[in-house]
């Protein structure tokens, strides 16, 4: 089977990512931006000659809003479902990121950014497949090899999309970059601005690494390699 990631850019230089796995049968959208990018992932579909009937599934990885900010429109748009984990699911129905589980890994991000993230709501929006606990939800049925894994830490319900082929989307359980990604020393791998618990995260990215990955792709910053992954879990994660 074919599977192949396209990165969608929400901000410049990969500092906002969205993800689209090509599948099969379907395709899989995966995290929807801040609040109003519903225009640009469209475009960015277009772009790469995606049609949008061909998308049969929204993925929200997690419950802060530059990942779920724009759901309500896009699965109004595309008519699909939506799935999120159980214990993020609050965020998605009340439109508000999960303000408990934005700890700052540096209290720059305190000042700067968690009052902007405070105050940015999303239009509510009810999942329609809702995982719970460590619950795996299988890839095949869109001509996709490959699963969703409960991979907490960033957030009680953070979610990473593993595929055979050696690819992983692992949103915010890394970053690469500087400030809020690719903009200069893209391979540079550090903690994103929030984690809610690293011993969590470490666990994660244990779980990741034992499914074989190679290429982990990120919610902000480009794409890193297995090798970079376990730099950053060996020298950040102590």
């Known amino acids: 089977m074919m599977r192949k ?12 990512n ?9 395709h899989i959208l995966v995290d929807t931006g801040v609040p109003k990018s519903e225009t640009k992932i469209i ?18 990885t997690h419950g802060h809003i530059d ?3 724009s759901a309500k429109e896009l699965k109004d748009i595309l008519k ?18 999960m303000l408990e589980t934005l700890n700052p890994n540096h209290k720059i991000w305190d000042v700067i950014l968690k009052p902007i993230l405070a105050k940015d709501k999303a239009f509510p929006c009810f999942p329609d497949i809702v ?10 049925m869109y001509g996709i090899n490959g699963k969703i894994i409960h991979t907490p830490g960033h957030t009680p319900g ?5 595929l055979e082929n050696g690819d992983a989307i692992i949103m915010d359980l890394a970053s690469s970059g500087i400030l809020l990604g690719g903009l200069a020393f893209n391979s540079r791998i550090k903690h994103p601005p929030f984690h809610d618990n690293l011993e969590q995260v470490k666990n994660s990215i244990n ?20 090798k970079s992954l376990i730099s950053y879990r060996d020298n950040f994660l102590k």
């Open 18 to 26: 969205c993800f689209l796995i090509k599948g099969e049968t379907k």
């Open 5 to 16: 990631i396209i990165q969608l850019s929400i901000f410049p230089f990969g500092m906002i």
């Open 67 to 69: 990942h779920f900010g």
């Open 207 to 226: 779980y990741v690494l034992s499914l074989n990955a190679e290429t982990f792709y990120l919610g902000h910053g480009k794409p890193i390699s297995r």
């Open 43 to 60: 475009k960015q579909l277009h772009k790469h000659n995606i049609k949008l009937e061909d998308i049969g599934l929204i993925v929200i």
């Open 158 to 162: 953070s979610l990473s999309i593993v």
């Open 80 to 97: 699909v479902p939506i799935l999120i984990h159980n214990s993020d699911k609050e965020a998605l129905q009340t439109g508000k990121s």
């Open 131 to 140: 995982l719970h606990e460590n619950q795996e939800y299988d890839l095949s």
